[in-house]
């Protein structure tokens, strides 16, 4: 893997800044992949960003397909979030008692996305995701998660686990710091494996409060759901007495107005939100039924809290995104056209530097992932047969083009309503390029 990135004229001020956040901040950074680690050389700083573009301490300007890991659906510094939240914070930041905008949101919210009927406001994914958790487990009287190899539902403790040897296991710790108390309810499948959910269904009758799933996976690169495999979800939670939990915190308003759910035709009995909900603040969002929703502190007896949720910079940003993306009646239409060309020109880089058959890309709607490997990508095990120094080379050759893609293999690429077919155009130009710099790294 390339480990060192050169430090010329071009990125002196982002050299020098990393190396001053080295001496204050854990790594550098303050989430890791941010490091660069996964790619190898220096991350590089950002002083600003607008519409499709990122632009670096060095004045560099990139097109960018990280799209702050995919809240940037209406591009970067869009007018209408920024004024929102410019008059929200006018009136104060944070009041620790309710407003209306909370409402406001969460009305858009159950408006747009049939399976939810109440909502309650976090300020992180991750919290969104643990509160669900802590619902489904109240709502059953059951203690056993079942989650998906490869499915990242933020960092809480009883969720970073990862498989062992067999199709199903249990839990054990996948980050020191976390007992494997935190992991023994924790049961684990391959993505798109409805065999062997039933065999777990078999082997803990009643136990199993609820299953937990990504309905297009993004933290494996982007993995989509097998044919009736959310539907067979569905079908063993009812069967099962467990809850369907989707994970929509990166599909939910990115892939349709009503999410994943509303893509596939599968209604989950909990749902968690993020991302694209905040406008690129920090928000989350647990919702579901209402029979399920009530049993949260003050009305039932599962306690959930926080300081900042539902701050009005968070709900003002959300209340405008989504406004503005239901206003336009052909935004999905026009999103998918872009995303699709980008598919399109990318397949034909590949072909033209003659690595076609070396690489899988997988696509849905405004998600798409480059796998390094010949593929099909179906699941975390096919996803870890990429070929990491070949992505890191073409990573690199594609940073050299002006062409900002996320540091890993295993991230999502994103794209916003702002690209032009003009980015396309120049990011196929300079993804052939870079396919034929890597093409030597594939064995």
Not at 68 to 73: E, F, L, Q
Not at 231 to 256: H, K, N, W, Y
Not at 413 to 427: E, G, L, N, R, W
Not at 435 to 443: D, L, Q, R
């Amino acid at each position: 893997m390339q480990t060192t990135q050169s430090i010329d004229g071009k990125h002196e001020k982002s050299a020098a800044a990393f190396q001053r956040a080295n001496k204050v901040l854990v790594g550098g950074v303050n989430s890791p992949v941010r490091a660069f680690t996964g790619v190898g050389g220096n991350p590089l700083l950002i002083a600003k960003a607008f519409d499709s573009k990122i632009v670096d301490l060095d004045g560099n300007e990139y097109i960018d397909y990280v799209g702050s890991y995919g809240p940037a659906i209406l591009g970067h510094a869009d007018k209408g979030v920024v004024m929102a939240i410019h008059k929200a914070i006018l009136h104060g930041t944070s009041y620790g008692a309710p407003t209306q905008m909370e409402s406001t949101l969460a009305e858009r919210i159950v408006d747009a996305v049939d399976s939810i009927e109440k909502v309650r406001f976090t300020n992180s994914g991750t919290e969104a995701v643990m509160t669900a958790i802590r619902i489904a487990r109240g709502a059953t009287g059951r203690s056993k998660i079942v989650k998906f190899v490869g499915g990242y539902h933020g960092h809480s403790d009883a969720l970073l686990v990862e498989a062992g040897s067999g199709a199903t296991t249990l839990g054990v710790p996948s980050s020191k710091g976390v007992p494997e108390g935190a992991t023994a309810d924790t049961l684990l499948v391959n993505y798109n494996d409805t065999a062997a959910l039933a065999e777990l269904f078999a082997e803990y009758p009643g136990q199993i409060a609820a299953v937990l799933v990504e309905p297009v996976a993004g933290n494996m690169g982007v993995v989509p759901p097998a044919d009736g495999f959310l539907q067979s979800l569905r079908d063993q939670c009812d069967s099962g007495g467990a809850l369907l939990i989707f994970d929509e915190v990166m599909t939910g308003f990115r892939l349709a107005w009503g999410g994943a759910q509303q893509l596939f035709g599968i209604r989950p009995d909990i749902t968690t939100l993020g991302k694209v909900i905040g406008g690129g603040m920090p928000v989350g969002a647990v919702g579901g039924r209402e029979d399920v929703m009530d049993h949260l502190a003050p009305v039932g007896g599962v306690y959930q809290a926080g300081t900042l949720s539902g701050n009005p910079a968070a709900m003002s940003a959300g209340i405008a995104t989504l406004d503005e993306i239901q206003s336009d009646a052909d935004f999905y239409t026009r999103l998918e056209e872009i995303s699709a060309s980008l598919e399109a020109g990318l397949v034909k880089a590949a072909d033209r530097a003659g690595v076609l058959d070396k690489i899988c890309i997988n696509r849905v709607g405004s998600m798409l992932c480059c796998f390094f490997t010949p593929g099909p990508v179906t699941d975390y095990q096919t996803a870890k047969q990429s070929n990491l120094d070949a992505f890191a080379k073409w990573f690199h050759a594609m940073l050299a083009g002006e062409i900002y893609l996320p540091p890993s293999q295993f991230e999502a690429i994103f794209v916003s309503i702002t690209h032009t077919p003009k980015d396309v155009q120049a990011t196929c130009a300079a993804a052939e390029r870079a396919f034929s710099a890597a093409g030597k790294f594939f064995n």
